[in-house]
Structures are given as C-alpha cells and as structure tokens.
C-alpha cells in the first residue's frame, strides 16, 4: 500500500505561506493542512488553492499562534484526526509593526507569532508522535536576523546580561520577549531578535528531535508581494520596500521564497539545526547555511530554550 503525504503549512492564507502549500500539492503531496487564524480566512484559502493546483488536497485548520490555548487545541485536534505529518511548515510571522503589541501571555507579539505559538503546536505534535519517522521540520526566518541589514540590528543579549542583570542570559532573553526594561520596542530591531530567537530555537530543537528528523531555519528572503508590509512601520512601506523593488537583487517573487522552505525541506538527515538564508549582505538568490557567531552561539541556544518553556507554561519537548 503506498503511504499518505502530508504537510502542515501554518499562516497559509496569504503570502509565502499560501504559495507554500500551493507548491507542495503541486509536487505531489496526499494531504497539506492549512492553517489561519479564522475559519473563514481558511475556507478562502483552500478555495483559492483548490482552483490554482486543481488538486483537492486540502484540509482546514484553525490556530491563532498568539494565544497558547488556541495552539494546544490546534495540536489536539491534529492528534484527534489521527494522521502523521511529513512536512511541517513553520511559516506564520508577523512583519513588525509601529507600535509595541503585546499578547495575552505578556510576550511581545513578533516573538509569540513566530516563535511561542510555534513551540507549543511543534512539541505537542512532536510528544504525540504524530511527526512522522524521517520528518521535516522547517521554521520561517530572516536575513534581518544577521545584523547585516540596515534598521534590522539584532539586540546584544549577552551586553545586556552583563549590564542589567547579573550575567544572567535567561534574565535577558525574558526581558526582551516581555518588553520589560532595559528592553525597548523598536520596530526592526525587535522583529531582528525575534528571528534569532526563531534559529536558537532551531538549533536546540535539533539536538532533541528522534534521530532522522530535523528542523532547519529558512529565510524566504526579501519578498515585498506578500500582505505582511500592510502593518509594517511607515519608513518600511515608504521607502524601504519601494527601494527594494527597484533594485535589481533586493527582492524576489513569492514562488522564490515559498520554494525555499520546500528545498531545505528536501534536504537530507544529515542537515539539522542549521539557518539558510540569502549569501551575506545579500537579501535573495541561492541559499547559503548562516554561520554568523551570534547565531551559532550555543549558551544563547540553551538560554533561550529554557526562556521559551518558562513562558509556554512549561512545554519542553524532550524525545522519549
Ligand atoms: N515577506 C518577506 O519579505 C519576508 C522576509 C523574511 C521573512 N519573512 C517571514 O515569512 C513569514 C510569512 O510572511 P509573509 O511575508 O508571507 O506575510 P503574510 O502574507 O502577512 O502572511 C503571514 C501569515 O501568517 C499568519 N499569521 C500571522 N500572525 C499569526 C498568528 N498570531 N497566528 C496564526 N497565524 C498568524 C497570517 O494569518 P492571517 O491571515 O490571519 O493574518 C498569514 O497567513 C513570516 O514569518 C515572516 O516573518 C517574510
């Protein structure tokens, strides 16, 4: 008997995450679950889908990664249906927005869009067994993350260890999740932070995962056509995107950056807990794996896991 397929792809109503699961019905998968923050959004999407793949591989799902309960119901429900997932698309994020938003868990909501809501949906899933032998998991990242894209400086941590709190990295991390001084909102460099806390994460995952599934970190790259700039502060809509269009390199097509999560996700076992994103100082183009210091810092890895635990109420996956 030949075996299902089937992929997950979370925020799939609209830009990357949407072409995402477009392409993976596209190259043949059985089932791709598509996820959204509303019932209806979801049915749009799969309607839309359906008429753009011709394939009837869909299958609805609603999660609002913000709050917590809704991704330990989200994952609930998965694990009520039954089937294992190959391919599991951490797509969801949010571009950063002007002003300070805060979540019902007190997290800043960069960090819990793409990276709380995502932990709890992952080690739930992960604990249940429902990520299939050989599983691909892959999370959305960002060039921003590096520091080496203007306005997009990630926050010193460790300085910020040593100046406020003690040495204490874990202190440091909570602040800047929960905005809490020293930590101050600004804009890119928040949304920076969030994405190197979206690798660290990534990267301590992978030494928990069975052997033969990974996790990787991916950067769809600079993708203007995709709804995310709507929120984003009046600099970046204005100036920074437009630039961006216009410059030949800076910027590519949807189906580019949705086809990088599908090419790491084809990537074999032996690729685990690694950070691909555009070549240094570039923003599109071929994938290179990120060797950046800050981002293979490996106390910052362990520091931010126990943080993530701490504020998801204590979910820490661990392979059995
Ligand atoms: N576009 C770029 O240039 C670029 C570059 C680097 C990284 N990224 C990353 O790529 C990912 C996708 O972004 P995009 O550009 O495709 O943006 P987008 O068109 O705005 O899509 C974002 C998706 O995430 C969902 N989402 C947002 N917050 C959520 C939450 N709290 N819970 C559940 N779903 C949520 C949205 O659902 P709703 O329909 O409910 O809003 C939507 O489906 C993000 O993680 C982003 O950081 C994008």
């Known amino acids: ?20 699961a477009a392409q993976l019905a596209e190259a043949g998968y059985d089932r791709v679950v598509v996820t959204g923050r509303t019932q209806a959004k979801v049915d749009s999407a799969i309607a839309r889908l359906e008429t753009r793949t011709g394939a009837e591989v869909f299958e609805a799902l ?19 249906r039954g089937e294992g997932i190959d391919t599991l698309i951490l797509n969801a994020g949010i571009a950063p927005p002007q002003d300070m938003r805060m979540t019902a868990s007190g997290i800043e909501a960069t960090v819990t869009s793409s990276l709380i809501g995502h932990h709890v949906l992952t080690s739930r899933l ?30 010193d ?20 999740m929960r905005m809490t001084p020293p930590a101050t909102y600004k804009p890119g460099d928040t949304y920076a932070t969030a994405k190197v806390f979206v690798a660290w994460w990534a990267a301590e995952l992978a030494r928990r995962l069975p052997a033969g599934t990974t996790v990787n970190t ?15 502060p009046f600099y970046m ?40 994103a555009s070549k240094r100082k570039k923003m599109t183009g071929p994938l290179y794996r990120m060797d950046h210091e800050h981002i293979a810092d490996r106390s910052g890895q362990q520091a931010l896991w126990n943080v993530v635990g701490r504020v998801s109420g204590g979910v820490s996956y661990e392979a059995a």
Do not use: C, W
């Open 1 to 20: 008997m030949e075996s299902t397929r089937t992929a997950l792809v979370t925020g799939a109503t609209s830009g990357l995450g949407f072409e995402a």
């Open 62 to 80: 609603t999660v609002d990664l913000d709050d917590l309960g809704s991704a330990e119901a989200a994952a609930g429900e998965l694990v009520a």
């Open 218 to 232: 991916v950067s769809p790259g600079s993708t203007p056509d995709t709804n995310a700039i709507s929120n984003a």
């Open 237 to 276: 809509r204005k100036f920074m995107v437009p630039l961006f269009r216009l410059v030949p390199g800076m910027s590519h097509s949807v189906a580019d950056g949705a086809g990088r999560y599908l090419e790491v996700a084809g990537y074999g076992p032996e690729v685990n807990g690694e950070f691909f």
């Open 126 to 155: 992960l604990e249940a067994g429902l990520v299939n032998e050989g599983g691909r998991l892959v999370i959305a990242g960002s060039e921003a993350a590096r520091g080496d894209v203007p306005t997009f400086n990630p926050v």
């Open 157 to 176: 941590l460790e300085a910020m260890a040593a100046d406020h709190f003690g040495g204490d990295l874990e202190a440091a991390i909570e602040a800047q």
